[in-house]
């Protein structure tokens, strides 16, 4: 059965939350030393790169307007960027120049993609990603202060 695009459009706001809902996770368990937690959670994010570039193939190989499969392509690289750097390599990356700005600007760019991905799609709903990524943003701010 072929997966309807209006289907897949709700799975990326399902996906787009659950990345924001398991970011602010992941912080929290940063402040409080859950490093196992941690650690857990960034690779169930990691693995949510699969259904989002199977979506964005969905979405190129129906035909449909370009942004459907532009957007989500930061956070791909991003969730990449996670694998290699926190999980294969265990840089410290965090603390260098080049990388740490690679890290951000995919960070940023793919949460905000994803964002825009589901205004454009789910425009009702999109309210509700928006508060989440807000919060998701405080919790890491605040994780960050907590250093």
């Known amino acids: 059965m072929a997966l309807n695009l209006n289907t897949a459009d709700i799975l990326m706001l399902a996906i787009a939350v659950l990345i924001n809902l398991l970011l602010t996770i992941l912080f929290l368990c940063r402040i409080k030393g859950f490093q196992k937690w941690e650690d ?53 990356f965090r603390k260098t120049g080049i990388l740490i700005i690679i890290y951000l600007f995919f960070y940023y760019t793919g949460l905000l993609g994803l964002i825009g991905y589901v205004f454009l799609t789910n425009g009702q709903l999109a309210p509700l990603l928006l508060v989440i990524y807000f919060i998701h943003q405080l919790a890491a701010l605040y994780a960050h202060r907590k250093k």
Do not use: H, K, Q, S
Request: negative net charge; charged residues 10%; hydrophobic residues 70%.
């Open 40 to 92: 857990t959670l960034g690779i169930v994010l990691i693995i949510l790169a699969l259904p989002v570039m199977l979506i964005a193939m969905i979405n190129f190989f129906a035909g449909r307007t370009w942004w459907t499969y532009i957007l989500p392509l930061p956070i791909i690289i991003f969730l990449i960027l996670e694998l290699f750097f926190d999980y294969i390599y265990e840089l410290d």
